[in-house]
């Protein structure tokens, strides 16, 4: 079965420090990957995916397919990054099958 | 701004009544959803539709029904509330039910007592 995982329900980090959120994947197929992030009072939405290849608020995420993992990295955290971040999967057959992992909820203190 | 809305913003709702969620986007996106957001459970599907007059079953769709009408609606309801259904609920679309990205409404907030 499809399964997205995301190990951390929190993480802290200062602000200007490295910061990694995981997430690791199930599934047998080709995935398709997309990170989502939910900004206090805002409505989630996109932050990338992985066939973009780019980096966006100078986030990046690479696919591993050895270890199945997606993890979302950030050089330097910023205060405004403080949100909450969904890994998703998508598998063959259309966007219904979009799996969501359960979130990590990111703080970047000043 | 063109995008997706939501409605009501949050309700407070006694068991056992009838709630219907409404969900407009003006996107002319062929795949609409409903999504429930809940602590510790994260984003989970509850039913899909892939084109207007179509609609499908996701993860958790006991005790909802959707309909398809037309493009613009996709409304959600729940017959007979229980106060497992508090949620946030978020309605999304996506341009075709392939891997292209999803786009959410701001969310309602709702508390079946």
């Known amino acids: 079965a499809q399964r997205v995982t995301q190990p951390e329900k929190l993480l802290s980090v200062f602000k200007g420090a490295p910061v990694e959120l995981k997430c690791n994947y199930s599934y047998s197929g080709s995935p398709e990957l997309f990170w989502y992030v939910q900004y206090s009072r805002q409505r989630l939405q996109l932050l990338l995916r992985?066939?973009s290849r780019e980096s966006i608020k100078g986030f990046t995420a690479d696919l591993n397919k050895g270890e199945t993992s997606f993890h979302l990295k950030k050089p330097f955290a910023q205060e405004e990054d403080s949100a909450m971040y969904y890994c998703?999967?998508?598998?063959?057959?259309?966007?219904?099958?979009?799996?969501f992992g359960k979130g990590t909820k990111l703080t970047v203190n000043p | 701004i063109a995008g997706i809305t939501q409605a009501p913003t949050s309700q407070i709702l006694a068991a056992g009544r009838r709630m219907t969620l409404r969900c407009t986007q003006d996107?002319?996106?062929?795949?609409m959803y409903w999504y429930r957001q809940d602590l510790g459970l994260g984003l989970r599907l509850i039913h899909y539709s892939n084109t207007a007059g179509t609609t499908g079953k996701g993860e958790v769709p006991d005790g909802y029904s959707v309909s398809r009408a037309n493009t613009d609606d996709f409304p959600l309801t729940l017959a007979s509330a229980v106060p497992s259904q508090t949620s946030v609920y978020f309605c999304?679309?996506?341009?075709?039910?392939?891997?292209?990205?999803?786009?959410f409404g701001n969310g309602t907030r709702l508390t079946v007592t």
């Open positions: 996107m002319r996106h062929n795949a």
């Open positions: 999304a679309s996506s341009v075709s039910p392939g891997n292209s990205p999803l786009h």
């Open positions: 992985h066939i």
């Open positions: 998703a999967l998508n598998t063959q057959g259309g966007s219904e099958k979009l799996v």
